[in-house]
C-alpha cells in the first residue's frame, strides 16, 4: 500500500512539536531524520529550480543561436543573388567587349582582327578553297575633301554595305582598315568569285550614294584578288592580292585584277 505522506509529514510534525514526547528515547533519532529529510528536500528543490533555469538558459541560447543562424542564413542568400547577378552582368559585359573588339566602329562590320582570326581558321581547314579579295574606293580621299569627312564616313559605310549585300554568302567581309575592305572566299568556283567580283565593282560604280537631300556621290572600287597556291601563307596570299589591288589602281581602276 502507498503511504501517504501528507498525513505522515502531518503526524512526525504534530509528534515533534508536542512538548510530552522530548524526553522520550526515539524522539531525538525521529528529529534528526526529520531535520535530515528536510535538507534533502530542499536541496531536490534546489536542484530542480537550478536545472529549471539552466534548461531556460539553454532554450534561449538555442533561440538566439537559431536567430543568428537565419540572420546569417539571410545574409548569405542575399549575398549569392549579388554574386549571381554580378557574375551574369560580368558575363555579358565581357561579351560585349569581346564583341566590340571584334566589330569595326563605324560600319559594323567584323574588323581586321576578327578577319584574322577567320583566315587562320579557313587556313587551317581547307587552304586550297581560299580566295582573297583586297576592295579599296578609289579617289576617296576627294569625297572627303569635296563633302567633308562626315559625308565620306557615310560613303565608306554605304559602300560596305554594298559589298556584304552583293557578295552575300559566297564570303565574309571585314574592314581591313582605311577605305580598304577585304573579303574572303573560302569555298567558292573560280568563276563564281570572278562574277561576284565584277558584278562588285559594276554595282558600285552604278551607284549614287546621297542622304536624299544634299548631295549625290558616285564612286568606284579597285579589287586584287589572290587564289590559294601550294607553299602559300596567309601573309603571302594577302601581299599577293596587295600586289593585285596595286596593279588594278595603276591600270586605271574601277576593275579587278587577279594576282
Ligand atoms: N571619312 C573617312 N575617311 C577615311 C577613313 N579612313 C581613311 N579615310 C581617308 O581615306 C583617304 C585615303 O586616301 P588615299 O590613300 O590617298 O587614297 P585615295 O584617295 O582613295 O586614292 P586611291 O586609293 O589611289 O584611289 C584619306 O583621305 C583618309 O583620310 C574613315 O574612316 N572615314
Known sequence: MKPDIKALEQKVTAVLANTEYQDHPLYEVLNDLWQYNQGQWSRMEHMIRLSDSYQDMILQREKTLGERFDKHLRQLEKITRISDRY????REANLELEQA???DALTGLPNRRKMLRRLKTEFELCPEGIFIAMIDIDHFKNINDQYGHLIGDDVLVSVGNLIEHTVGDLGHISRWGGEEFLVIFSQAEQNDVEQCLQNLVK???????????????R????????????DDSIDSLITRADSALYKAKNSGRNRVVAG
Open 87 to 90: 557574375q551574369t552582368a560580368l
Open 101 to 103: 573588339s571584334y566589330a
Open 203 to 217: 554595282t558600285i560604280s552604278a551607284e549614287r550614294f546621297s542622304n536624299g537631300e544634299d548631295y549625290v556621290i
Open 219 to 230: 564612286t568606284t572600287i579597285s579589287i586584287g584578288v589572290s587564289h590559294f597556291e601550294s
